[in-house]
């Protein structure tokens, strides 16, 4: 079956545009989450979705961060006025519930904010 | 905020040495996840762990729970050139909600 899905696979964007991000989760999964992974870093959690709870934005770290799920699937992450610290992989995964199921990742976009 | 602190940030063995990569929280965890990442990839599951002092093996890869449920270990036997990638922790504090809390990783590069 299909896995999660993200496109673009690559993005360059100049400092100060704003980028749109899009995950495509399992059919099925009612949980949706992004990371962000720096060059040779860990996993940095931005945001969570679960069904039709209001999505956790702990992770985000400024307002130029924003995500949408639209329908329970699909999913898009917007960064504003983009900086160069911006520039990373973009993950997103996604898993039938909780913390206590497995989470499938997509491939990643890759940011780089020129 | 909860952390799950994971080390080495990074090993370097020879191909046949084995390898161990440490998780440590300071609250109990509900389950903790581990998920390998391959050069260029994304990180895929690998195991669960649940229960206190639970041991899981996949091959030559064994997992444990402490048995306070705050640490986890994931330790490689006879290591080899496929091994090669970063290991992540997650841990759970919240049960069948709530997020994961990916450790930083270890690095791992085996030198054939």
């Known amino acids: 079956g299909a896995g999660v899905s993200q496109s673009p696979s690559n993005k360059v964007t100049e400092k100060g545009k704003d980028v749109e991000l899009r995950c495509d989760p399992i059919?099925?999964?009612?949980?949706l989450y992004w990371y962000r992974q720096s060059l040779g870093q860990g996993l940095e959690f931005l945001i969570y979705?679960?069904?039709?709870?209001?999505?956790?934005k702990s992770g985000l770290p400024s307002d130029r961060f924003s995500a949408e799920r639209t329908g329970g699937s699909v999913s898009t992450l917007t960064i504003q006025r983009t900086q160069q610290e911006d520039s990373a992989v973009y993950l997103c995964?996604?898993?039938?519930?909780?913390?206590?199921?497995?989470?499938?990742f997509g491939p990643g976009t890759r940011l780089t904010v020129l | 905020g909860q952390q799950v602190m994971q080390i080495p940030q990074y090993q370097h063995v020879q191909e046949g040495e084995d390898f161990t990569t440490y998780c440590n929280s300071s609250t109990t965890l509900s389950n903790i996840q581990w998920y390998k990442q391959r050069p260029g990839g994304h990180p895929v599951f690998l195991i669960q762990?649940?229960?206190?002092?639970e041991v899981k093996k996949q091959k030559r890869l064994t997992f444990q729970f402490g048995e306070a449920k705050k640490n986890s270990s994931l330790h490689i036997t006879a290591t080899q050139t496929t091994d090669v990638g970063t290991y992540f922790c997650?841990?759970?504090?919240?049960?069948?909600?709530?997020?994961?809390?990916f450790g930083k990783g270890t690095k791992l590069s085996v030198k054939p």
């Open positions: 997650a841990g759970n504090y919240g049960g069948s909600q709530g997020n994961l809390i």
């Open positions: 059919s099925g999964h009612t949980a």
């Open positions: 979705f679960q069904g039709n709870s209001a999505p956790d």
């Open positions: 762990l649940v229960k206190s002092g």
């Open positions: 995964a996604s898993s039938f519930g909780g913390a206590s199921y497995t989470q499938y």
